[in-house]
């Protein structure tokens, strides 16, 4: 039986198995294939590491020199301890702070996938009218980052009259051309038109064939795109737009930790700390999802 099984797979032909023989790594090969993924992951990891060392650091250690960077002598979690002391004196409740940024993070990430969503679902399974010239519009528009843009966004919100409202951390976040992008590429590789065109066939409208067949189809890409706009959204500041002070989020009072000089580094390491998990929870429930979908933006351009 092995024989058999052997012989399926063995190529028969001489050019064949010198192909084969071409295109396959040695041993030392992968071992330097993995060598050099594990230094570039660890040095990914690094800042990460650094931060949560550092949160447990007792301020004589923080203050030595040359620096230790992933070693603690003498951990303590008085840095988290004292976290509720330097906010005490706030005029606004650390709880109005966090529901903020939970209510603005959740309506967000979920107004940002349906808006991603949708427009990718005309672009991509409809006749519409120079979807090309509109795709490569926005495929242009990932150029530009949000410094580039600050000056204009503030004329417009001004404009709207939504300057110290919610909807200025909302609006902005909701057209995505990241969003929109991954969502195309993924709908291009994965949801086939003959799906689209046999709904259409057995009388389903656009809304219903997008909600009951494409959406579910796309989910990698949805849990995808909710960890990009959580991740953006719960780590959003007033960036000059919020001047209420129950209308700013918790990284905004967080922030203010770190003002202290070296003396609260360790608070603030803890601080980020306690704003890391979120966004690396929601990861770790995503992330095969992640790798799906970044791996199909990149079939078809």
Known sequence: MWKTI???????????????????????????FFLFLFAFGAFSVLPLVYSVVTSFKPLDELLIFPPKLITVERPTIENYTILPELISGLSIPLSRYLGNSVMLAVVGTVLHVLASGMASFVLAKSDIKHGKIIFMIIQYSLLFNAYTLGIPRYLIYTG???????????LP???????????KQYMDG????????????????????????????????????????????????????????????????????????????????????IMMIP???????????????????????
């Open 173 to 183: 976040h909701i057209p995505s051309a990241m969003g929109v992008f991954l969502m």
């Open 190 to 273: 994965y949801v086939p038109n003959a799906i689209i065109e046999a709904a259409r066939i057995d009388g389903a409208s656009w809304n219903s064939t997008f909600w009951r067949i494409v959406f579910p189809m796309v989910r990698p890409c949805v849990l995808t795109l909710v960890l990009f706009a959580f991740r953006d959204m719960w780590s959003l500041t007033a960036g000059g737009t919020i001047f209420t002070e129950a209308l700013k989020t918790l990284p905004t009072v967080l922030g203010t930790i770190g003002a202290g000089g070296i003396a609260r580094t360790g608070a603030s390491m803890a601080a980020n700390v």
């Open 6 to 32: 052997k012989a399926i797979f063995t190529p028969q032909d001489k050019n064949t198995r010198v192909q084969v023989r071409k295109y396959t790594r040695s041993r030392f090969g992968n071992t330097m």
């Open 160 to 170: 709207m009259g939504i300057i110290d409202t919610y909807w200025v951390y909302i």
């Open 279 to 301: 966004p690396i929870l929601v990861y770790l429930i995503s992330q095969s999802s992640i790798k799906e979908t970044m791996g199909s933006a990149g079939i078809k351009g």
